[in-house]
Every structure is written in C-alpha cells, then in structure tokens.
C-alpha cells in the first residue's frame, strides 16, 4: 500500500510529508479550489505520468515528488523490480523530479530509472479512478483477468495457456519441416550429389589429425629407419653386446656360489643390463619393422588427406566437421524420400492439438459466461442505492476471429452500461456523466475487491453530484472495500468523510502576492469541524456540529 507521499515545490505546495501507512480508508476534503486535485497530479507524475514545466512552483529550480509503497513479497511490483536489479528494498519509493525548464528525471529505490519504469510500476501500484480517466477498470485490456479473477479461473487459464504453447510449438514443428522439405527438394541433386560423396570419403572426425601425423611419420620414415638400423648393427656388431651380456652371466653365474657373495652384485648388474638390452633390441627391431619407408602408402594418405580438405573447403566447413555434415545431409535426403509420411504425422499432430486448446477454450469461455452472470448480478446489487437503480451492467462475452487468439482464449471480454431502460449497453468508458462513472467504478471495485493485486485505489470525487442516502451508500461501499485494499478518496460529502479511518484537510492561503497549499491530518476534533463545515458551509452553526457528531457517531 502507499505509506508516504512527499511533495517539493509543486504547483502551489511548497512541502508537503503525509503519512498514509495505517490503510483503510482515508478522506481528503477541503473547499473548492483549495487544491484537492494538486495531490492526486503529483501521486500520478511519481507514478509515471506525463510531466510539463508548469508544475514547478513559482520561484522554484524544480519540483520533487516521492511516493513509498510498503508491499508483500510476492507483489507482482517485485518482479518487475527483481528484473532490474532493484529489489533490494523492504519499502519501494518510487522518486520524480521537474525542472523549471521541463526535463526530469526518475529514480525507483534512490537508483536513476527510466519514466517508463515508473508507469510499469505504477500500474500494479495504484489505480486512480477519477471522472473519464481511461485506466484501470475502463481499460477493456483489464476486463478479462478481473472477470476470471472474480470467477476463479486460475486452473482454466492456466489449461488455456499451456494448450496454446503446445500447439504453438506443434504448428512451428510443422512449418519447419515443411520448409526443410521444400528447401530439400530445390537441393536435391546437390544433396545426393554431396552424399555420394562423403560415403566414399566415409570421413571421420579424427581424420585430418590421425592422417597428417601418419604422413609426418611416414616422411620421416627413411632417416629414421636407417638411424634404428645403425643402433641394432652396434647392438649385433661382432657377437653382438646381448651375446656378450649373456655370455659373462652364464660364467658368473656358474662360480658365484664359490665366491663367498662377492659376485652376486657384479651378477646381478650382468642381469639387469642383460634384460635391458634384450628389451632394448627387441623394441628397436619393432620400430624398424614399422618405419620401413612405403612410398604407395604415404600416397595413399596424402592422396585423402587431399580429398577431405577439398570437400570441406568446398562444403565450407573444417574438416572435422564432414561426419557431422555428410550426417546431414543422408538425414535431409531421408527426410526428401520419407517427407509425406513425416509431414502428415507433424501435421495430425499440430491439428490435434489445436482441438485440445479449443475444448480447453471453450471450456474456458463457459465458465466465463457463467462466471459473468455472477459479476453481473453481484454489480446489480450495488447499483440502486448508488442512486444509479435505472442503469444495468453487462459483462459481454464474445468469440473472437481464429487470428486473434491467444494464450489467454479465445474471446474477448467488454464491461458495458445501460443508463436507461431499452438503451443498449455500451462500453463503461463511454458513460457521459463522470459522477454515475465514478459510481459504476465503485460498485464494480467491491465486487471485485478480493481479487487482483493492486494495494492502493484512489477514488477522485466519486461522489460527485450526490448526497443524503445516497452518498451515505457510496460511504459504506468505500468503507467496505477499504476492508481489503487501502482506498483515498477526494469529497465533497460530509457522509463519506465520516466513514473515513482517516481524515485530512486541504487548505488553501492566498496572500497579496502568493497563493500556497498545505494539508492538514485532523485530529476527532478537527474532522467535527471539518464535517460541519461541509454540512453548512462558510460558517459552521451549532446545528452543524451537532450534525456532524451524528454522522461520526453513526460511522461508529
């Protein structure tokens, strides 16, 4: 809800601090004139609305206006504030300032921020209905959520939108396909072209490395081969060093248990340095078998290695990447040779799920219309003793064209009135007299009071052109939906100023050179006055007290 307001320098408030942290209801009187509406201009421009230099008070370099709101931690503000890196606040404040030559600037949470981010966050923040303001409920965009809100329609939509994704997605499976089959068709000879090639090739991924280091080794061959061969000539020169070795171990060998331990060191260095150098000759005699210099095989290698770079260059990818894509291209020619099939079954695919998101909508759109009936009987109710017994309320319901559906159904949903018998009913928004508009709001607002999310509704004279009976009912009703969201009102009418949690009075003071607004929070005192001044005018009578003292204690 709104906590506080603080206002500089703005039209005729040079600063103003209030604190509207208690909820409830809360009333802001004053005479004619005194600036009543200056409040609800600056509550709006904190909340993004459109500034102009005129707001500045005169004298003044700028004007500042800051709204903080105190929120739950799962108000969908939070989430937008999450998303920018902004949330880091128990308490949201929402900060606007003007200069005198009209550029501004916007701060959320004391961090610059854009207009637009403030009008995003407004809107979840707070709804001012006043006389032909078009947001809020006379946002046809906003009918359907609140009628589904008051219908219980969570499950529904949430069916509805999920059956759109899926068919959605099964639709876009479908277009893809065929696009590939059509693209597939226009390639197909170089597809098949390209695929008879790469299975010659039958490239693998490791191919260009393996290949180039076979033909390193296979170039180096000859000089290497002729080094191991020169190493095994000294290992075999004359007896050879292994015959050598094991010559002098067998002689060792045969005397060492007559020598007292003094050759079993010399026999086991013998030992040793015979197993090393047979190990030594055998490995040589391997790596000489293995580097024996084949011209017809270097070829071979180098004549593939070839081959795979050109396809690759050809096909413009590294050759590491022809597996990859002679797989592509056999899948793609699969697909040309078995499209229809596979086509036909994306297309069953895509048209039943379309079924199963019109009966998941149609389902949806009968529980809307019975869920309508409701709001229109629950609407009616409210609407005679606000003076309005004439009129009626209609929530239309109507199918909407295939290209306009959406993951939110498929109808759209339009508040409408009737002010007088045989009229038919047009769109709330267009109701002529902003007093009846501000009343239908009303009535509409506690019916739909336990639904939404908006913390805080500001009602700008809803009690216009009304009084006695009726204006107590328009009390009452504020009352009421104070119960579950926090509501100021702007009035004129004694009887919904008593009904009020809270009260405060704005004051006008005009010099000879100036003229200044301030508020004022009323104390039980203040609003008695405050109240039978409303009651009788300029000057407050006994009578008008005494009046007044019946009213508040009728509030209760």
């Known amino acids: ?162 059956a759109w994704a899926a068919w959605r997605a099964a639709e876009q499976a479908h277009a893809d396909a065929q696009a590939a089959a059509d693209a597939a068709r226009r390639d197909e000879e170089f597809l098949r072209h390209a695929v008879k090639e790469l299975d010659a090739l039958a490239p693998r991924a490791d191919d260009e490395e393996t290949l180039a280091s076979e033909r390193q080794l296979m170039r180096a061959g000859s000089a290497l081969g002729e080094a191991v061969t020169q190493a095994l000539s000294e290992l075999e020169q004359g007896r050879g060093a292994v015959a050598s070795l094991r010559t002098a171990h067998r002689l060792i060998e045969r005397h060492a248990d007559k020598a007292g331990g003094r050759l079993n060191a010399p026999l086991a260095a013998l030992d040793r340095a015979l197993s090393e150098a047979t190990e030594a000759q055998a490995q040589l005699e391997m790596a000489r078998d293995a580097l024996e210099f084949d011209p017809a095989r270097l070829e071979k290698i180098e004549e593939r290695l070839f081959a795979l770079r050109a396809v690759a260059r050809k096909h413009n990818v590294a050759v590491a990447g022809l597996a990859a894509l002679a797989e592509k291209f056999s899948a793609q020619l699969a697909a040309l040779d078995d499209g229809e099939a596979g086509l036909k079954k994306l297309s069953s695919a895509a048209k039943a799920a379309r079924a199963t998101y019109v009966a998941a909508a149609d389902a949806q759109a009968a529980a809307r219309r019975k869920g309508a009936a409701r709001l229109d009987k629950a609407v009616a109710a409210e609407l005679a003793p606000l003076k309005l017994e004439r009129a009626k309320f209609v929530t239309e319901v109507m199918a909407l064209p295939e290209a306009e559906w959406s993951a939110a159904g498929t109808d759209r949903v339009q508040f409408t009135v009737s002010t007088n018998p045989g009229a038919p009913p047009a769109p709330i928004a267009r109701i002529a007299s902003g007093g009846e508009l501000s009343r239908f709001l009303l009535a509409l607002k506690v019916c739909l009071a336990k639904v939404g999310d908006m913390p805080t509704i500001v009602f700008d004279e809803v009690d216009s052109g009304i009084g006695g009976a009726t204006a107590a009912a328009v009390g009452e009703r504020l009352k009421r939906l104070a119960r579950d969201v926090q509501v100021l009102v702007v009035t004129h009418s004694p009887q919904v100023a008593a009904v009020a949690d809270r009260h405060w009075l704005i004051r006008k003071t005009t010099t000879r050179t100036a003229a200044s607004t301030d508020v004022l929070a009323l104390d039980a005192k203040g609003r008695r006055e405050e109240i039978a001044r409303m009651l009788s005018g300029a000057e407050v009578t006994v009578e008008a007290r005494a009046a007044a003292d019946r009213l508040l204690a009728a509030a209760g």
């Open 1 to 162: 809800m709104l906590a506080t307001l603080s206002i500089r320098d703005f039209v005729l408030i040079e600063k103003l601090d209030l604190d509207f942290a208690h909820g409830g209801l809360g009333a802001l009187t004053g005479e004619t004139g005194a600036g009543k509406s200056i409040l609800i201009d600056a509550l709006g421009l904190a909340l993004g609305a459109r500034a102009e230099s005129g707001v500045v008070r005169r004298g003044a370099t700028q004007a500042s206006i800051a709204a903080s709101f105190d929120l739950p931690r799962d108000h969908p503000a939070r989430t937008i504030l999450a998303e920018q890196g902004l949330d880091g606040e128990d308490v949201v404040t929402l900060r606007r300032m003007i200069g005198a030559d009209g550029r501004g600037r916007a701060f959320v949470n004391d961090q610059p921020a854009s207009v637009a981010l403030l009008r995003r966050l407004g809107e979840t923040l707070v709804e001012i209905q006043g006389q032909m303001e078009q947001h809020g409920l006379l946002d046809t965009a906003t009918h359907r959520g609140s009628l589904d809100a008051f219908a219980g329609l969570e499950k529904q939509a949430s069916a509805v939108a999920a």
